[in-house]
């Protein structure tokens, strides 16, 4: 079965560091998408992406984070001076659409810990 | 904000039937009700969709009544593997791109 990996799965970085979480969508997916969840904490939104630009972010999407899809097959998300309130699960998701009954895969995660 | 209501926990014992109610009393007519697990340190996964009446997979049962205010997810036979957070969100034409969860349901299932 096809899956969304990501890499690495656990990263430690310094505060004001900046870190480069990386991801593998599915192969036929074209919407990609980044959520983040810290620790006993409900899953959050960051940002969409389609057609090589972004198409929604939410409010903590704010300017240290950037995505890019640097070749055909990889999705990151960057981010740029990491604070200690970053430390998180990210998830990476890919669907091949956005309309009823596509579902979007999620990976299984990088845990980034900012000391 | 999550525009869903769900229990915060639930216990259960292997071989029962779980039945996880979620409340959207303002739906929009556009909007689909889906669930998503999610395991420990794991991403979530997609469960079960559906718009109104009944919606049945291989893995779960999806009961959504015609005024469409609650949904409930039945799992049939749970087993200690069930154990997990279940997310009911609202999904605007079914989309699965910018999701809404909300804290889900714990379920935890006892031998």
């Known amino acids: 079965e096809p899956e969304v990996t990501q890499t690495p799965s656990h990263q430690v970085t310094q505060m004001g560091q900046e870190v480069i979480l990386r991801c593998v969508p599915i192969s036929n997916h074209l919407y990609f998408y980044w959520y983040r969840q810290i620790l006993g904490q409900k899953v959050e939104f960051l940002v969409s992406?389609?057609?090589?630009?972004?198409?929604?972010k939410s409010e903590i999407f704010d300017d240290q984070f950037s995505v890019e899809r640097p070749d055909g097959s990889n999705f990151t998300l960057k981010i740029r001076s990491t604070k200690l309130e970053d430390s998180a699960m990210y998830f990476c998701?890919?669907?091949?659409?956005?309309?009823?009954?596509?579902?979007?895969?999620f990976g299984q995660g990088t845990r980034l810990t900012v000391v | 904000l999550a525009k869903t209501t769900q229990p915060i926990s639930m216990d259960s014992y292997e071989g029962q039937e779980v039945n996880i109610t979620c409340s959207h009393n303002n739906i929009a007519t556009n909007d689909y009700i889906t669930w998503y697990q999610q395991f420990p340190s794991q991403g979530p996964r997609f469960i079960i969709q559906?718009?109104?009446t009944k919606v049945t997979n291989e893995v779960a049962s999806l009961f959504i009544p015609a005024d469409r205010k609650s949904s409930t997810l039945s799992l049939p036979r749970v087993s200690l593997s069930d154990t997990a957070v279940y997310y009911c969100?609202?999904?605007?034409?079914?989309?699965?791109?910018?999701?809404?969860f909300g804290k889900g349901t714990k379920l935890s299932v006892k031998p």
């Open positions: 969100l609202e999904t605007y034409g079914g989309s699965q791109g910018n999701l809404i």
């Open positions: 998701a890919s669907s091949e659409g956005q309309g009823g009954g596509t579902e979007a895969f």
């Open positions: 559906g718009y109104k």
């Open positions: 992406f389609y057609n090589n630009e972004i198409s929604e």
